[in-house]
């Protein structure tokens, strides 16, 4: 294996108006570390420079990726270049519309745990993922799907928080996460009833990665004191940068297992893939 082995995790957006997070972890010895996590690009860059993010703030501004500057402020960080970038965002080596052989059997695997896949389609990600996908393609990332052997090279792999916490939290169906969806979770709750609801697995997601990163110092904000649901989008998005760094992890460790085919896969923890594409039993 590398000499501390570095991973890279993007929570894309799927416009580039929305801020996407992003989590840079490292091994050490037996341990990995959280680097750094920020919860937009603009916030990764300038904690490269030196500057703190500053969680209170009102907005996060949504970018489209400068991938060259966002690979140099990580191997500013971390001291070497990423060795490995983990992507949720729908990527692959051939352009699509619409969903992809990955998507389905991400759904065949988890839609009875609530964890079916989202559908791409020609405007989201559209252009923006072909771009991202082709400036990694571009920095020597090469797309790792099932036609993939472990690592001799630096890779980009797709991935979808959805499954992998069910294995980070040892639950059986799909988390109450999304902030979005709060109303969906829990139809008759006030909007302080679902905040706290919401704080509450993200205190859980964020212990269960603190087990595995040291370094993890989010914290997370007082129900009392948070205003709107929009104003924890933030913490999710740095949450699910740091579970695709998470599955990185568990690449490296011979831990995950993609769906999908040739073209592009999902990497999913193994430990809660049951049966692959051709039907056969993991585990």
Known sequence: MKPHPTVLGIDSAWTAGQPSGVALVQQRGARWRCVALAPSYLGFMERAAGTETDWSIRRFSGT???????LEAARRLAGRPPDLVTLDMPIARTAFSGRRPADQAVSREFGGRGCAAHSP??????????????ALSAAGYEL????TRFPDSRKVLEVYPHPAL???????SRIRYKVAKSRKYWPTATVSERIRNLLGEFAAIRDA????????????????????LSGLKRYEDALDALVCAWVGAEYFAGRTVPLGDADAAVWCPADVVCVGDQGRRIG
Do not use: H, N, Y
């Open 64 to 70: 489209e990726p400068d991938i060259p500057r966002l």
């Open 166 to 172: 069910l294995s980070l939290l040892r639950r059986s």
């Open 209 to 228: 990665l603190g087990e595995v990163f040291e370094g993890l110092t989010l914290e997370l904000p007082d129900p009392e004191r948070v205003e709107t």
């Open 144 to 147: 790792a799907t099932t036609a």
């Open 121 to 134: 389609t020609a405007m989201r990600p559209g252009s923006l993922g072909a771009r991202i996908s082709q």
